[in-house]
T-cell receptor, first 114, second 111 residues
Framework: DSGVTQTPKHLITATGQRVTLRCSPR?????VYWYQQSLDQGLQFLIQ???????AKGNILERFSAQQFPDLHSELNLSSLELGDSALYFC?????????????FGQGTRLTVV | GQQLNQSPQSMFIQEGEDVSMNCTSS?????WLWYKQEPGEGPVLLIA?????ELTSNGRLTAQFGITRKDSFLNISASIPSDVGIYFC???????????FGSGTQLTVLP
């Protein structure tokens, strides 16, 4: 158990819908990262938050957004869903936003868009 | 964007054999990491490398950070059934914290 909690574990929704994925980081971790894992693109970085502020952005679609709340949990919002958005979405957290402190990954949310 | 070329894509080995996999990049990385992912789980960090030329072990696992900073390899000695999974290399550049992942090596250990 990495200490990073993601909910829900599985999500099935229809095209065009909007979903919210939730992540609770490890106790004391200020940085949260979101990654998408799909069969064709592999593991790709989406976005990072540090202590409530956006720190870095990767290949995140405009239909996707995220935020980190004062209690440090984070949510990834996916809207106008397409079949191609079906993937595993991982959250990871680390103690600080820099230095040699590596992130721990949650178990992921498997999103299926039908 | 940056890409990591990981090989081989899959490996079928007998229990007790040694395994080697590697990652190469056209870009320089200042950190190389190796992760293992099992079904239904997120990636778990195995080894972290922070200096060019660094050789680090974790039990039966050994990884090296290439001198050119553009490659890394992972060796697993005397494989056992619980080594089954997908192994990913990942790299980081500059002061950025996000990781670029390789495409993974699916390892199957036959009894």
């Amino acid at each position: 158990d990495s200490g990073v909690t993601q909910t829900p574990k599985h999500l099935i929704t229809a095209t065009g819908q909007r979903v919210t994925l939730r992540c609770s980081p490890r106790s004391g971790d200020l940085s949260v990262y979101w990654y998408q894992q799909s069969l064709d693109q592999g593991l790709q970085f989406l976005i990072q938050y540090y202590n409530g502020e956006e720190r870095a952005k990767g290949n995140i679609l405009e239909r996707f957004s995220a935020q980190q709340f004062p209690d440090l949990h984070s949510e990834l919002n996916l809207s106008s869903l397409e079949l191609g958005d079906s993937a595993l979405y991982f959250c990871a957290s680390s103690v600080v936003g820099q230095g040699n402190t590596e992130a721990f990954f949650g178990q992921g949310t498997r999103l299926t868009v039908v | 964007g940056q890409q990591l070329n990981q090989s081989p894509q899959s490996m079928f080995i007998q229990e007790g054999e040694d395994v080697s996999m590697n990652c190469t990049s056209s870009s320089i990385f200042n950190t190389w990491l190796w992760y293992k992912q099992e079904p239904g789980e997120g990636p778990v960090l195995l080894i972290a490398l922070y200096k060019a030329g660094e050789l680090t072990s974790n039990g039966r696992l050994t990884a090296q950070f290439g001198i050119t900073r553009k490659d890394s390899f992972l060796n697993i000695s005397a494989s056992i059934p619980s080594d089954v999974g997908i192994y990913f290399c990942a790299g980081r550049t500059g002061s950025a914290r996000q990781l670029t992942f390789g495409s993974g090596t699916q390892l199957t250990v036959l009894p």
